[in-house]
């Protein structure tokens, strides 16, 4: 578990903080999600219209950005004091709490929203060349794709919020 640091960190320690909570490169070079979005997104830009993707991210991400930040900040706030201090002190790997855990597939998934909807909007006002096309294709793809891991994540935290109320005698 890391200290708790009142005065805040860095832009750089916390983006350091969820890359590990998330798993790294590891966790990205071995996502089934990551992969398939390479695959389908090469068979999209080769298929797809020119400028048709980065419209169709200008559509969806606002929206589903706030949506996802919406629940996030819902899950934050679900359960009791004991419930958040058993995510917080239980590891999931070396360091990394249950609570980091969840948190970073949500920051990860808001990111990749994120991302894609800037290069969208990069591509829809400034400049479109073929690899930044790629590029902003695959990312759609993954953030699309990475609600499949968001979703199981909140599975996850639900089930060992039933477990907490199990083990607690309120379940």
């Known amino acids: 578990m ?4 009142p005065k805040g960190a860095s832009l750089k320690a ?8 998330y798993g790294g490169w590891g ?20 298929g797809a219209e020119t400028g048709e993707i980065a419209k169709q991210a200008l559509n969806i991400f606002p929206n589903l950005l706030g949506f996802t930040l919406g629940g996030y900040a819902m899950l934050i706030g679900f359960g009791d004091r004991g419930f958040h201090q058993m995510l917080s002190e239980t590891d999931v790997r070396e360091g990394i709490s ?45 953030a699309l794709t990475s609600v499949v891991a968001l979703v199981m994540a909140i599975f996850r935290y639900s089930r060992w919020y039933g477990n907490y109320l199990v083990q607690n005698g309120d379940g």
């Open 14 to 21: 916390i983006f350091e903080k969820y890359w590990t909570a």
């Open 27 to 46: 966790a990205l070079r071995t996502s089934p999600f990551f992969h398939f979005s390479i695959v389908f997104g090469l068979l999209l830009f080769v």
């Open 98 to 142: 249950i609570m980091q855990s969840v948190s970073a597939t949500f920051v990860h998934f808001l990111l990749l929203q994120s991302f894609a909807l800037m290069i969208a909007i990069f591509q829809a006002f400034v400049w479109n060349p073929a690899l930044l096309r790629l590029l902003g294709t695959i990312l759609f793809i993954y």
């Open 2 to 5: 890391s200290e708790y640091n």
